[in-house]
């Protein structure tokens, strides 16, 4: 009933800038958090940044200053730009969302099949 799909992932240099996309659909009556982890091969999967409907965001240190998260409520869309890229921001990227369904009275945690980004000269 609900699905959420990434897009925008792709191979940059360093240095370079990409931006993610993840829109939700579905039977949603509405969206708390949403938000953007990342997951390099051997590693667990790690927070890089939240942001809320009112649009308060938290970002992971190693983000901090180089990606901005943002949300489109009316497209229940969010967006992901990283500026600044480099060799340790390769990762698989996966969308996050906390989601209260028509059907549904709770928030429940949905998760996007990820899009890979590739740092790589």
């Known amino acids: 009933q609900v699905q959420l799909v990434e897009s925008g992932g792709g191979l940059v240099q360093p240095g370079g800038s990409l931006r993610l996309s993840c829109a939700a659909s579905?039977?949603?009556?509405?969206?708390?958090?949403m938000g953007w982890y990342r997951q390099a091969p051997g590693k667990q999967r790690e927070l890089v940044a939240t942001?809320?409907?009112?649009?308060?965001?938290n970002y992971a240190d190693s983000v901090k200053g180089r990606f901005t998260i943002s949300r489109d409520n009316a497209k229940k869309t969010v967006y992901l730009q990283m500026n600044s890229l480099n060799l340790e921001d390769t990762a698989v990227y996966y969308c996050?969302?906390?989601?209260?369904?028509?059907?549904?009275?709770?928030?429940?945690?949905?998760w996007g099949q990820g899009t890979q980004v590739t740092v790589s000269s």
């Open positions: 579905g039977s949603i009556f509405r969206i708390s958090v």
């Open positions: 996050n969302a906390e989601i209260q369904l028509l059907s549904g009275r709770y928030v429940s945690t949905y």
């Open positions: 942001i809320t409907s009112g649009g308060s965001t």
